[in-house]
């Protein structure tokens, strides 16, 4: 059983930061990529960032240059820095860990809230 948990969301002014943590526990040998996701009210949820295994990262085009992904393989965990936040981006954000083998298992975390606004 693998579980990801999120912490560090919350409420922040525009042009705010966040940073947002998502750890693993459980049985588990290691992840091949890492991300984030998030899901507004009324949307379908959405790619925000991933980083692969090797360090390779993807990112959503509305977050470029102002979202950071990294992660920490020893401790399973994946992290999203959030510099200059706008109201757009309130939603709850999901990690999410695509496991290795064939076929590759998906894990998702519950989600936390992150909203912007004055």
């Known amino acids: 059983q693998v579980q990801l948990v999120e912490s560090g969301g919350g409420l922040v002014q525009p042009g705010g930061s966040l940073r947002l943590s998502c750890a693993a526990s459980?049985?588990?040998?290691?992840?091949?990529?890492m991300g984030w996701y998030r899901q507004a009210p009324g949307k379908q949820r959405e790619l925000v960032a991933t980083?692969?295994?090797?360090?390779?990262?993807n990112y959503a085009d509305s977050v470029k240059g102002r979202f950071t992904i990294s992660r920490d393989n020893a401790k399973s965990a994946v992290y999203l820095e959030m510099n200059s936040l706008k109201p757009e981006d309130t939603a709850v954000y999901y990690c999410?860990?695509?496991?290795?083998?064939?076929?590759?298992?998906?894990?998702w975390g519950q989600g936390t809230q992150v909203t912007v606004s004055s």
């Open positions: 980083m692969s295994s090797g360090g390779s990262t």
């Open positions: 459980g049985s588990f040998r290691s992840f091949n990529v």
């Open positions: 999410r860990a695509i496991g290795g083998g064939f076929p590759p298992t998906y894990y």
